[in-house]
Structure formats: structure tokens, C-alpha cells
């Protein structure tokens, strides 16, 4: 048992380590990679168009149910 132990411990560690020697380098580049940015045309192009007619509250309203004290 304790030679299966040992077995399975040294090839999980090997296993292990290759997934963190390509997460860390990964990581890294991440930090310094600049997100990609999605600007309002873009966004505003692919947005589903507002229906009026299902709007139930008023912006009053919907403050109202916020419960925020001023």
C-alpha cells in the first residue's frame, strides 16, 4: 500500500507541475495583456431594442422599491 502511495504521489506532483508551469507563465501575460474594450457603438449595435409597452414602473418608482435613504 505504501509503495502505490508513493506511486500515485511522485506522477500526481509531475501531473500537477506541468498544469502550474503553463498557469504561472499564463498569469503573467494576463497582468500585462490588455483586455479587449468594447466601445458603445459596438455594444449599442448588438443590443436588443427596448419595448415601452412592457415597462410597468416608473423611475420613481423603482427607486421607491431600493428601499436607499437619502
Given at each position: 500500500?505504501?509503495?502505490?502511495?508513493?506511486?500515485?504521489?511522485?506522477?500526481?506532483?509531475?501531473?500537477?507541475?506541468?498544469?502550474?508551469?503553463?498557469?504561472?507563465?499564463?498569469?503573467?501575460?494576463?497582468?500585462?495583456?490588455?483586455?479587449?474594450?468594447?466601445?458603445?457603438p459596438h455594444r449599442v449595435a448588438h443590443a436588443d431594442p427596448l419595448d415601452a409597452s412592457?415597462?410597468?414602473?416608473?423611475?420613481?418608482?423603482?427607486?421607491?422599491?431600493?428601499?436607499?435613504?437619502?
Open positions: 500500500m505504501k509503495r502505490a502511495l508513493i506511486f500515485v504521489h511522485r506522477w500526481l506532483g509531475v501531473a500537477l507541475c506541468l498544469i502550474f508551469l503553463l498557469w504561472f507563465p499564463s498569469a503573467i501575460g494576463i497582468m500585462y495583456w490588455d483586455f479587449p474594450e468594447v466601445r458603445t412592457t415597462i410597468k414602473l416608473s423611475p420613481a418608482e423603482a427607486y421607491a422599491t431600493l428601499g436607499v435613504n437619502d
